[in-house]
């Protein structure tokens, strides 16, 4: 078996590379499972299915481990085992989360959405993990399954070798489930608290999962009811499964599954800046920065005490200083990733781990492991209906890495290229609809500077801004990128360079959804190269002036992250999540309900769909909300006869008040109640539901 020397970019990067391990026997085949294996593995996944079933809670055991972990570990072994231990757990992670999303999808457009569904696909990622490890190629590294008696020692060297990674993924795992898990849906005396500046999104994403839960499957938007899905909704998809397969409540799960791919950020992060750099300390901070760090939103903070407010603790409760829509400079409309990609936004919890992941294996494997490059090219199209954004970034990326490390010029750089891009047609059947969408209203367009910037107030505001709002993480990967020469160069320069540079251009020249502040994921995108330069740079220095550095850049994301463990905000009434409960075990699974266009709804909690919400979601999508407010306000307003005509047109079936009415020009707003053509299903605490007759 031969294994090729490392060539002299990888000398220059300072990490071994082991190309192309050929097996003693290169014969291409599978190797059957000898009988006793084979029947143990027959009688296991007979008892685990019957016992998933039979036991709804014990798939958390015998189910969930295939969907989050499992299949990628085993995959990422054997296509590209020379990543660093951490990297190949990153990896898995979410390769395990894509795939199992994906083949789900697939099992239940056969026969619809539910738990058996989900267990006939893990069915499948077992049987095809077992034959993965059979399988002889040329391609994919030996496996041998390890001895029981090796593991302990195995894992205690692996714990040791590679600390600091376990340590930062570990912290940041702990610390999103801790404030998801301490107020991200919270029950107060006053109501229901979910977090705190961006409060609206968590029932968007209940919506979404509990839905499908539900039966909305193929999904329809469940706020817009009868229109399809077309947003990046499978992370929400993927937390619907876990909930379906072992039948506890999305939310709980929602809040494991963030806390799980944060920590999978952190893996994968400090295995990239170790592949580029070959510096464990470099990597470190890396990683710390990429999952801690921010920009200076500290200085309102700052000024809020300077003008004469003493309350500290106050203010933090009261205010997102990490990204404040406070009017009035300075502005910080630039979240860091704790603040709003980790916590809130699952599309970026579960996207960002992707991108980081698919460039990962490039650098390893392009050149070497023809196998990597595909995984790779298979998570880039897989990535799509996690993250939208991010699925054109991520090739905008990895071309940029081929460009400027030259791998352009490499013998082999037609077939990695066939092998990154062939698995691309998989995701067109997510980007199409929405591109389509999204172009038809107009939100696609090219711009002159991110509108948030505030072009108007001229050259200097623009550069204050960006300064403050990217903060010192990004001035000091300028710094290494200017001021390091010669032997202090930093590895892979260019390509960090043009990564940097190219995800801060996207949003200053193209707007690609109705909302401008969805702009800013690509600055989050960004950070990955900024926190891998800034490392290189700072970590030459002292011990003293690093943990400086890292406390600096971590105020803000601080800040944030006590405002969403601390802020009182109520979203929901007592008596609406009562009702949210209620419609949930009293209404069909397909039942549509007329509701006010709030962004929160007992509806949303229930897993039901509605006529309409929060108009700039819908037209974030790229539907035109005005015709349905228009219905909407008309059933409320124009009596009974009229909403009967309204709702048919949407198929609801169902009327909820949640506490009060819109306003209507008349003052004389549709009674229901008093109606004929409706009947009072549930009425309690001012909130009411009625069901036509």
Same mark, same amino acid.
């Given at each position: ?333 630039? !979240?860091? =990733? /704790?603040?709003? &990609? #980790? @916590? ?5 919890? *579960?996207? %960002?781990?992707?991108?980081? +992941? $698919? ?11 023809? !196998?990597? =490059? /595909?995984?790779? &090219? #298979? @998570? ?5 209906? *996690?993250? %939208?954004?991010?699925?054109? +970034? $991520? ?11 030259? !791998? ?5 750089? #037609? ?27 107009? !939100? ?250």
């Amino acid at each position: 078996m031969g294994v090729r020397a490392e060539d002299s970019s990888t000398k220059a990067s300072g990490v071994q590379r082991v190309s192309v391990a050929t097996p003693d026997d290169d014969r291409i085949g599978v190797d059957p499972l000898p009988s006793t294996p084979a029947l143990g593995l027959i009688l296991f996944l007979t008892a685990g299915l019957v016992l998933a079933w039979s036991i709804p809670i014990l798939a958390v055991v015998l189910v969930w481990p295939w969907l989050f972990a499992v299949p990628g570990w085993v995959l990422v072994r054997r296509v590209a085992p020379d990543l660093p231990r951490p990297g190949v757990i990153g990896v898995g992670i979410v390769a395990s989360t894509y795939l199992s999303a994906h083949l789900v999808e697939l099992v239940s457009r056969l026969d619809g959405f539910g738990r058996i569904a989900v267990l006939v696909a893990v069915l499948v990622l077992v049987l095809a993990t077992a034959v993965l490890t059979r399988i002889r190629h040329p391609w994919l590294a030996p496996w041998s399954f390890p001895a029981v008696a090796d593991i302990p020692s195995a894992v205690r060297r692996g714990l040791r070798e590679d600390a600091p990674a376990w340590i930062v993924a570990g912290v940041v795992g702990l610390v999103v489930l801790m404030i998801l898990g301490s107020n991200g849906w919270r029950e107060t005396p006053d109501g229901m608290v979910s977090g705190g500046w961006n409060w609206s999104d968590l029932l968007v994403h209940v919506a979404i999962g509990n839905s499908i839960v539900h039966g909305n499957f193929p999904p329809e938007v469940p706020y817009f009811a009868g229109e399809p899905l077309t947003y990046h909704w499978f992370a929400d998809f993927h937390g619907a499964i876990a909930a379906a397969a072992a039948d506890v409540p999305i939310i709980p799960v929602f809040f494991l599954s963030s806390a799980l791919m944060a920590a999978a950020l952190a893996l994968v992060a400090w295995s990239l800046a170790l592949v580029l750099t070959g510096r464990r300390v470099v990597a470190t901070i890396a990683a710390i920065l990429v999952c801690f760090g921010g920009g200076m939103g500290w200085l309102r903070l700052v000024a809020d005490l300077l003008a004469g407010n003493p309350d500290i603790l106050g203010l933090i409760t009261q205010n997102p200083y990490d990204n404040s829509w406070s009017e009035g400079w300075p502005f910080f409309r630039i !979240a860091s =990733v /704790l603040g709003t &990609g #980790l @916590l809130p936004h699952r599309a970026t919890t *579960f996207g %960002l781990p992707g991108l980081v +992941a $698919v460039v990962l294996l490039v650098v390893a494997c392009l050149g070497r492991r023809p !196998a990597g =490059v /595909l995984l790779a &090219g #298979l @998570l880039a199209a897989l990535l799509a209906p *996690f993250h %939208l954004h991010a699925f054109p +970034a $991520v090739y905008l990326i990895v071309g940029l890495f081929v460009l400027t490390s030259g !791998a352009w010029r490499a013998r082999s750089v #037609l077939r990695d290229a066939v092998l990154f891009l062939a698995p691309v047609v998989l995701a067109l059947p997510y980007v199409l609809p929405a591109a389509s969408l999204q172009e038809a209203e107009g !939100a696609f367009r090219f711009v002159w500077g991110w509108s948030e910037a505030r072009l108007a107030d001229g050259p200097a505001a623009v550069v204050f801004f960006y300064v403050t709002n990217l903060g010192l993480p990004v001035l000091l990967a300028i710094a290494a990128l200017l001021l390091l020469r010669d032997a202090e160069r930093v590895p892979h320069r260019g390509f960090l360079a043009a990564w940097l540079v190219a995800l801060f251009v996207v949003p200053n020249v193209v707007r690609v959804s109705d909302v401008d502040f969805d702009m800013n994921k690509y600055f989050q995108m960004m950070w990955i190269s900024a926190a891998i330069l800034a490392a290189w740079l700072v970590a030459r220095w002292p011990r003293p002036a690093i943990v400086t550095v890292l406390a600096v850049c971590a105020i803000s994301p601080g800040l944030i992250a006590l405002h969403h463990a601390w802020h009182p905000a109520v979203v929901m009434s007592l008596a609406q999540a009562a009702a949210g409960r209620w419609i949930e075990t009293s209404t069909p699974d397909d039942a549509v309900f007329l509701t006010d266009a709030f962004i929160n709804s007992p509806v949303d909690l229930a897993g039901r769909r509605r006529v309409t919400t929060f108009g700039p979601y819908v037209s974030n999508l790229g539907y035109d909300p005005a015709p349905r407010e228009v219905d909407v306000h008309s059933a409320y307003c124009d009596g009974p006869e009229g909403a009967v005509e309204r709702m048919a047109k949407y198929g609801a079936t169902y009327v909820l008040s949640s506490g009060g009415v819109l306003e209507c020009d008349d003052g004389e707003p549709t009674d229901f109640a008093a109606s004929p053509l409706f009947e009072t299903i549930y009425a309690a605490d001012g909130v009411s539901v009625w069901r036509l007759r």
